[in-house]
């Protein structure tokens, strides 16, 4: 992060060009090394280019900083720790994915899509 100049101090957001997928995918990875300042662009790039506002094919120099994660790794449980929590009944286990590729109508990353059996479907529409 320190590399393409993100410290603590730096505020970040972050888009995608697709299926909004990817943003909060890097939302989390931020968000898991320790940086508060981490945000999705609502609407994405699409959103973005829709309202008028600028872009550019100009790659921008950042000065390197120092980033030191610090993880949050009480946000994370491990296969056996989960395995074990839906035994007793002490976790529910989303699946987030669309309500298409839940079902196994549609899978655009892999070869084959099915809901985990112990899983509750959450399909969410966004933010506006």
């Known amino acids: 992060m320190g590399k393409i100049g993100i410290d603590q101090d730096t505020t970040v957001v972050i888009y995608d060009a697709g299926n909004d997928m990817f943003a909060p995918r890097a939302w989390w990875l931020l968000h898991h090394l320790g940086h508060e300042k981490t945000y999705v662009l609502d609407g994405g790039?699409?959103?973005?280019v829709e309202e008028g506002n600028e872009l550019t094919t100009q790659i921008t120099q950042s000065m390197p900083k120092d980033f030191k994660p610090q993880f949050r790794c009480d946000e994370t449980v491990d296969i056996d720790r989960l395995k074990e929590k839906l035994e007793k009944n002490k976790a529910i286990l989303i699946d987030s994915r669309s309500k298409e590729r839940y079902l196994g109508n549609e899978e655009p990353l892999y070869k084959k899509s099915w809901p985990y059996?112990?899983?509750?479907?959450?399909?969410l529409e966004g933010c506006s």
């Open 117 to 123: 059996s112990r899983s509750k479907a959450l399909f």
């Open 45 to 48: 790039l699409a959103r973005w």
